[in-house]
């Protein structure tokens, strides 16, 4: 049974560059939630669908792409375990919508990216596998949004009809942030659904 | 090493403030207070009365903002450039640009320091300098382009890449013709680093200090300040001092700062705490 979640690809779910007081503590808990409900159901191993790594940072030397490592760390403190076996049928997806919803976001103020973010998000809410991969890579990247590919790898992992949950969709940071998963199956009735 | 801005000489243990002179309407921290040419001009004769030996000068604010091309950037800075050189003989005009049209326009006119906020931007800034015999700042910036902020810009090694970056640079101005003695480097916090990271470039400045380079760092209130000690613009200074103890005793040259005397305290102190200035006065228990 195909499932897939999805949590950002914020650099704050790092343990390395972790805060005294965490400044994203209600996304980090729905994160975590998200990622148990798809470990549980997948306890041989889940896949990862992320972005690769920008060209300034492998100018940087870094090897391996943030959203692999935010994953693999969200993965393994649920308990599971990155499919060794190829693709997973539980897919988690590490992706941020747009980085300009605000002055102080870190792209600063780009007023399309409501728009975009709103497509995006019905596109998610809808399992729209069409729509997330004819995603616009052109106005994704003037909006700061980096994970063209992951939402394209969901794109093609989705199969409908399927059961949408969101858990957490917000930009506190000026930046878009969802959790949330999908299914073909049933439900659990949880704390985490 | 000694340092030699234009006609200006210091010695080779002298450590240097350099006072924020903003000619803009929308910075971080003044918010303004000195856009309006008058208010821009006291503030140099403040701030040298108060110590600083170098005043930098900026007609554009780091921050993402309007457009500011470089016609409206020389109407900012090049007549007050002008009228400073003209008042303060004796102070070090350093001005923030990372425009070689820019660069050339202020030293014509009198400007000792190309300060190159964006890590060599435009190419063509070293070139100016060298014809000049103007100083040059080679910051970091990890490639980032000017006026945006970092994005989830990551580093195998931050200050291996600063280090790197930076001498480069600076070997690149030397090779242009710029004299080495005007040549200083800056890891620059904040610019395209996040916290974690300029925590990293200050606890370990020592290895920039190593390079034989002078450093310049660039603190004063910056967003690394605030996230660390959660404090917004304006109740930084006691972090900003801190930070500022920490990159002297490493043995920085030359501080970037808005508040001129408490730093000049601060950076004393830590020089004799260091060993390499001798107490003002050493009274006690000696008479």
Redesign the interface.
């Known amino acids: 049974m195909r499932d897939a979640a999805i949590v950002p690809?914020?650099?704050m779910l790092l343990p390395?560059?972790s805060?005294l007081?965490d400044p994203i503590d209600e996304l980090r808990q729905a994160c975590r939630d998200v990622v148990a409900w798809l470990v549980r159901r997948h306890p041989h191993g889940v896949s990862l669908a992320t972005s690769p790594t920008?060209s300034?940072?492998v100018?940087?030397?870094?090897?391996q792409a943030?959203g692999q490592r935010i994953g693999r760390a969200l993965v393994i403190d649920a308990g599971g375990r990155l499919s060794a076996a190829g693709p997973s049928d539980g897919l988690l997806v590490v992706a941020s919508g747009s980085?300009t919803q605000s002055l102080a976001a870190?792209?600063?103020l780009d007023e399309r990216s409501h728009n975009f973010d709103d497509r995006l998000v019905g596109a998610l809410r809808n399992g729209d596998s069409i729509a997330l991969e004819n995603l616009d890579e052109t106005l994704a990247s003037a909006l700061?949004c980096?994970d063209v590919a992951a939402f394209r790898a969901l794109g093609r992992h989705l199969r409908s009809p399927l059961r949408v949950r969101a858990t957490y969709a917000g930009a506190p940071f000026g930046v878009q942030y969802w959790a949330g998963t999908w299914t073909e199956g049933p439900i659990e009735v949880d704390g985490a659904s | 090493m000694s340092l030699k801005f234009g006609a200006h000489e210091f010695a080779d243990d002298a450590t240097l403030v350099m006072a924020i002179v903003n000619r803009t309407p929308d910075s971080f921290y003044d918010k303004g207070a000195t856009w309006a040419e008058d208010n821009a001009f006291e503030r140099v004769g403040l701030v040298i009365d108060q110590g600083a030996q170098i005043v930098d000068i900026g007609g554009v604010k780091a921050a993402?903002?309007v457009e500011i091309d470089v016609a409206e950037e020389r109407r900012r800075v090049v007549e007050f450039v002008a009228r400073v050189r003209a008042a303060f003989p004796d102070v070090v005009i350093s001005v923030d640009t990372w425009r070689a049209e820019v660069a050339r326009a202020v030293c014509a006119v009198g400007a000792d320091v190309i300060n190159d906020a964006w890590g060599g931007a435009d190419p063509g800034l070293v070139d100016v300098a060298a014809e000049f015999g103007s100083g040059l700042i080679c910051t970091h910036t990890?490639?980032?382009t000017p006026r945006?902020?970092?994005?989830?810009?990551?580093?195998?090694?931050v200050v291996a890449?600063a280090i790197a970056d930076t001498t480069a640079y600076a070997d690149r101005a030397v090779r242009a013709g710029c004299d080495p003695r005007g040549i200083v480097i800056d890891p620059a916090h904040d610019f395209g680093k996040?916290t974690?990271q300029s925590l990293e470039i200050t606890r370990r400045l020592g290895e920039m200090v190593a390079t034989g380079w002078p450093v310049l760092v660039s603190l004063s209130n910056k967003d690394f300040i605030g996230?660390t000690l959660?404090l917004p613009v304006g109740q930084r200074l006691s972090g900003t001092l801190a930070a500022t103890a920490a990159c002297a005793l490493a043995g920085a040259r030359i501080f970037r700062v808005h508040e001129v005397p408490e730093t000049r305290q601060v950076v004393d102190m830590s020089s004799s705490i260091a060993g390499r200035r001798l107490p003002a006065k050493a009274i006690r228990g000696l008479a």
């Open positions: 690809s914020t650099l390395e560059y805060s007081h920008s300034l940072n100018a940087h030397g870094i090897t943030p980085a870190p792209g600063s700061w980096q | 993402p903002g990890g490639g980032v945006t902020r970092p994005f989830r810009v990551e580093y195998a090694d890449s996040n974690i996230e959660d």
